[in-house]
């Protein structure tokens, strides 16, 4: 088996060879560079199972180095280490994609370790072991994001509360993933998906005749996730039998099998999750008050996307970029009128509901420009309705070109709905010359039956 590849990019010659022989003696091929250039360098010439990159280099940010490094992708992880720590730069540096963020002077058994969980937790497929991210950078989700790294350390359970479609389970596996537990199972469950009696064998496993049906074992979500994170999700759905099942592994960290008589010790993380409100359930004694509190350990609330707008340009974006590679298209670029459009809606369904009509919006558009009149039109007719209503320009301002070709296209298209792909009837309705429709048609990408 190959020696895993190291870098280590400092610019105090005493750090680089004290990382150098450490390294080498646990058995790892090691280089290093002393600059942002040369560590950038000596990326581009080979690549690295993980670089140890100092935030501070005599010619810039070691962010730099490992922005680089993902973007040319010849660098599985990186470690941030620096004399200088602060809050900030932790977040900056975990937000730019970094496994772990230490303090110089370090504690050597401590960074062996941590190279050692990093190269391990590396070594699966880069799907399975990528940090999953928040995308965003208001100040809710940047206060969440520094949360993020503290709570992962802790073995409490961890409960998670916010409206569907805000990323729960994607801030689970976040936190599953930065912490110990990161070579173990993360396993999910959906605990409102499943009737009583299939959840518990789920949850808890069975033996072999424990109910009609039961032809063999089964280890149960407890047991398979040793060593890992069970995700509850909508745990606000358990049943009361259910909840003091869970309450109990909650407190003895032993399971026992439906149909069963000896119990099983586990060692798992539980991060529950839940859309509504348990302290309401509580009070009016829906929800067990002792397993609200043994599930309430650690608390994170993600706001609805209606309550951070300011992160709605940036997802479009990022949605956009992923969507675009995903179906194999050319890169599109969303007009500033889109943007204006997609921070006006309520979003209802979050960043779910965003990501869906950001991937039905790229699957029919045609051009490489995504404007406000591309989206559907219940987003679109709202922007302009609101326009068309007040009679007023808007206090920050409209493409007007723009808003008048979103305000064509809507209208265009529901006279071909009208007209069942008819152009010529549809352009009739409108008060156009056929003429002038198909130019419009083209010109915005307006496709039709007819056709």
Not at 236 to 243: A, D, N, V
């Amino acid at each position: 088996m190959s020696k895993a590849r190291v870098l280590v990019v400092d610019d105090e010659p005493s750090i680089r060879e004290l990382l150098s022989i450490l390294l080498e003696q646990e058995g790892y091929d090691v280089e290093t560079a002393d600059s942002v250039a040369q560590g950038i360098e000596r990326m581009t010439a080979s690549r690295f199972e993980l670089v140890i990159c100092d935030l501070k280099l005599p010619d810039g940010s070691g962010l730099e180095v490992l922005r680089e490094g993902r973007r040319l992708e010849v660098a599985d992880r990186f470690i941030i280490i620096t004399a200088h720590t602060t809050p900030q730069h932790a977040l900056e540096a975990l937000r730019a994609g970094a496994a772990e963020y230490l303090s110089k002077p370090f504690d050597v058994e401590d960074l062996k370790a941590i190279v050692a969980k990093q190269l391990q937790a590396g070594s699966g497929t880069s799907e399975e072991q990528a940090v999953p991210e928040f995308i965003g950078s208001s100040a809710t989700i940047n206060k969440i994001l520094a949360m993020v790294p503290r709570l992962a350390g802790s073995p409490s359970t961890v409960l998670i509360t916010g409206e569907s479609g805000t990323g729960k389970e994607l801030l689970a596996r976040a936190l599953h993933t930065r912490s110990p537990r990161v070579n173990g199972p993360f396993l999910t469950v959906n605990c409102g998906a499943l009737p009583e009696g299939l959840l518990e064998s789920e949850l808890f496993g069975h033996v072999r005749g424990a109910f009609t049906g039961a032809v063999r074992d089964h280890p149960g979500l407890f047991a398979q996730a040793q060593g890992g994170t069970v995700f509850l999700d909508e745990v606000g759905e358990l049943t009361p039998s259910i909840q003091v099942k869970l309450l109990r592994v909650l407190q003895e960290h032993r399971v026992r099998h439906v149909g069963g008589t000896t119990e099983i010790a586990v060692d798992v993380r539980v991060i529950a999750a839940t859309n509504r409100d348990l302290e309401a359930d509580v009070a009016s004694g829906r929800f067990r008050e002792d397993l609200f509190y043994r599930l309430n350990v650690l608390h994170i609330h993600l706001p609805p996307l209606r309550q951070r707008k300011e992160d709605i340009p940036e997802l479009a974006r990022f949605f956009t970029k992923r969507i675009c590679d995903r179906l194999g298209v050319p890169p599109k670029r969303l007009t500033a009128d889109a943007l204006r459009v997609l921070q006006a809606h309520p979003w209802p369904g979050n960043v779910r509901e965003l990501e869906n009509i950001m991937e039905r919006t790229l699957a029919l558009e045609p051009s490489t420009m995504v404007t406000s009149g591309s989206l559907p039109e219940s987003l679109s007719t709202s922007r302009h309705d609101e326009v068309l209503e007040q009679g007023t320009l808007p206090e920050e301002g409209i493409d007007l070109e723009e808003h008048l070709n979103g305000v064509r296209r809507m209208l265009m298209r529901q006279a071909l709905a009208r007209t069942e792909g008819q152009q010529k009837r549809a352009a009739q309705l409108l008060r156009m010359s056929y003429r002038a429709f198909r130019y419009h048609a083209a010109k915005l990408g307006i496709t039709s039956e007819e056709e």
